[in-house]
């Protein structure tokens, strides 16, 4: 199968709701995003057991943490000790402070803000990042943050662009984690006191036509993007043949 949809994409878990591939999506030159190759998804701190066997049913090989540390204390995650997991800790934002809105997140005025802080602020990390995925050519790399949104929306951002998809496909697999979160934003919400920082939990698809309209100033693409953070031509080459079909 090489074009799927939005409900073919969702990986059908009871604790992960916003588990999805991101294979095929078609790219500009006719080749599709392969599926089983990366998963994004919400933390699985709470996954019962049948949600981590359908994610080892489904190919899962790779989990990569994109949290910090705090987060992780909090929350500890079930496929750190996971004898058939390779299991990665890459933190996108360290903060240690108990909020569930961090200090220097609340400096941009919205989150393509945030999004640009993270391309500049961490390609050390991103760098580290895309090296876990180098290593695994064949196997299903999941990776995630807290609400699978951010982060993780970032990251699929830069996977599904070094590929070539379309702009609009990569704006649209950001926005679905809105209608994926709606749950866990309501409760989140009704923590918040701060009316402002509320617009922190939405997925709009202006934020990441920002990131993308800067990368594109910046950078020109994703592929340009690694290459100046230390990736090699053709470790990024390897990357696209075995991310396509």
């Excluded at 701190?45 to 949290?67: C, E, P």
């Excluded at 890459?90 to 909020?99: I, Q």
């Excluded at 695994?136 to 996977?159: I, N, Q």
Aim: charge should be negative.
């Amino acid at each position: 199968m090489l074009y799927m949809t939005r409900e073919q994409r969702q990986i059908s878990l009871e604790k992960m709701t916003n588990t999805r591939d991101l294979g095929g999506y078609e790219t500009q030159s006719g080749l599709y995003s392969r599926a089983h190759k990366y998963v994004r998804a919400a933390a699985p701190t709470y996954a019962s057991s049948k949600d981590i066997q359908t994610l080892k049913d489904y190919g899962v090989k790779v989990v990569v943490d994109l949290r910090s540390d705090f987060e992780k204390e909090c929350q500890p995650n079930p496929f750190a000790n996971d004898k058939d997991i390779d299991y990665y800790e890459v933190n996108l934002f360290d903060s240690s402070k108990a909020v569930l809105v961090p200090d220097e997140v609340k400096t941009y005025k919205d989150l393509g803000g945030v999004y640009i802080y993270m391309l500049e602020g961490m390609k050390h990390k991103f760098k580290e990042l895309f090296d876990i995925f180098m290593k695994y050519p064949y196997e299903t790399v999941l990776f995630h943050c807290s609400a699978g949104k951010d982060r993780t929306g970032v990251t699929a951002a830069l996977l599904l662009d070094l590929i070539g998809c379309h702009e609009y496909d990569i704006v649209k697999d950001y926005s679905e984690s809105y209608e994926n979160n709606k749950e866990m934003n309501a409760s989140l919400a009704q923590m918040m006191n701060d009316e402002e920082a509320k617009q922190y939990l939405r997925s709009s698809p202006r934020y990441m036509m920002e990131l993308l309209d800067y990368l594109r100033e910046h950078y020109g693409s994703a592929k340009e993007y690694l290459l100046e953070i230390g990736m090699k031509n053709d470790e990024i080459e390897e990357l696209i043949e075995n991310f396509t079909i």
